[in-house]
Each structure stands twice: as structure tokens, then as C-alpha cells.
């Protein structure tokens, strides 16, 4: 496996391949992570994955200091699975003119609500650094997690209005047999907060189940952020979305999506689950 530290190493490592799979990540890999490596070497031979900690998708007061960062035990698991490269730029190669004059992306309508409105700018930062890898590596797929639901579909979005020529493919969360959701974050929950963090999947399976039979969406947030609360969490959203753009639900909607965000203790984590609406015409 080849470990790519600089843009120019990428640029000459990818003009000898012809196809290539990209996976971006901020590193900590974890089990999701890796389902995310196995789905791409399913569909190409030669996956390249990114491990860039990407400053300008974190908030003023969010964790980038502290966020992990396992490049070593990441590199080990990546072998291991066959992947072909590690590209892992330097920041003076991701953003030459520094953050505060670096050219950025905008995907208007789905940016600034639910995990938008409480992080401002996230998800430019997420746009703008997807954007700059699909150029530097140039794949033809690129993986990305469900969990992130919100994430995924502004790819998506971004990826449609300036003609990227990528195929942007979601998979599947992975979770605990808890049901809570893989992710980095989970990482600083204690064994205590991590059980009680559960709840969020249980809520989200309960909401959905409910949703078969009655569309007050209103009625069914505050019953799933009374849930929430009861369970420890502090909820920060509960929202019941078209699964497509995630504006507020119908429903005449053909699939809806269930996005929750909540803190347990100073952890914000993020989970959602898809519905398709039986009595959609
Ligand atoms: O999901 C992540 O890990 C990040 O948001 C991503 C897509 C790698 C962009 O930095």
C-alpha cells in the first residue's frame, strides 16, 4: 500500500492508474469506516482512502484539537484490506492561501438547517474539502456513510450542480448490537453514557414505527425528544424530513427520513432512519 504524504506524490501515484475508488475520511477508523473500504473494493480493484482532518468543517468551540488521530493503526487496517494508496495531504496543500482566503462551496437550501443551523459553516467546509479531493484524486466512485445522512446528500447535491464527473454511492450504517451508530465520537463516551446512548436508535426504530400509522409530525418530534430527554440525552434536533431535499415533511412525501441529533454529556452524536410512506401514491 502506498502512502501518499503530499498532493505531488498523489498527482504521480494517479497518473499510472486508470479507475479509481475514493473513500474520504478524517481517520480513527473504525468498523464503519471499513464496511465503507469493503463496498468501494467491491465495485474497483484500486481504493484509494483519504485521511484529512479538515479544519474548516469544525466550529470555533467544536473538537478539531482533540479529534483523533490514529494514522498509524489507520494505515494497519487499510493494508490490511487491500486498499491501494492512503493519500494524507499536508494542510499547506489543501488550503495554499490559508482557510480565511480559500475559495469555498456553498450547496444554498440544505446547508444551513438541522445540523447546519447548529454548526454554522459546516458543511461548506464539508462541500469545499469534497469537492478539492474529487479534483485531487479524480475517482469515478467515491463512498460515503448513511449516517451522515444530511453530509451525503449535500455531496450529492454539490456534486449534480457542478458536474463532478464522480459517482457518489451512500451505504449503509453500521452500529453496535446496541444499535448506536459507529462513529469516532463514540470514542469519548464513557461504558456508562455509550448504553444509555442507545436510546437514540431505539427512538428513532419507535418514531418509525409509529410513523405506519399516523403523519402528525409535530406531534411525533416532541413525543421523540420527550423520549430522548428521559433517556439522558440532551436533544439538540428531532426532525421528520422528505428523504430527498430534507424540507419538512408531507405526507404525500414517497420517503421520509428521521434525523436526530442530541448530546450525551459533551458528545453530539447524529443518527437517522429512512421510511418509505406506504400510502404514497
Ligand atoms: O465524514 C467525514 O469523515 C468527513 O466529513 C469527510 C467526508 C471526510 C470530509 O472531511
New binding site residues.
Partial sequence: MRILKSLAELRNWRQQQSEVALV???GNLHDGHLQLVKTALERCDNVVV?I???PM?FGANEDLDSYPRTLEADCRALDALGVAAVFTPQISDVYPRGLDKQTRIEVPGISDILCGASRPGHFT??AT??CK?FNMVQPQLAV??EK?YQ?LQV?RLMTQDLSLPVEVLGTPTQRETSGLAMS?RNGYLSAEQKQQASALYRTLEKTKAELRSNTDFKALEKAAINDLTEAGFAPDYFSIRNAKDLQEATPEDSQWVLLAAAFMGETRLIDNLRVTNNNAK
Fill in positions: 474520504p475520511t478524517m483519504s484529512f482532518v479538515n468543517q467546509g464539508v474539502i469534497v479531493l460515503f456513510g451522515d453530509q455531496i469516532s
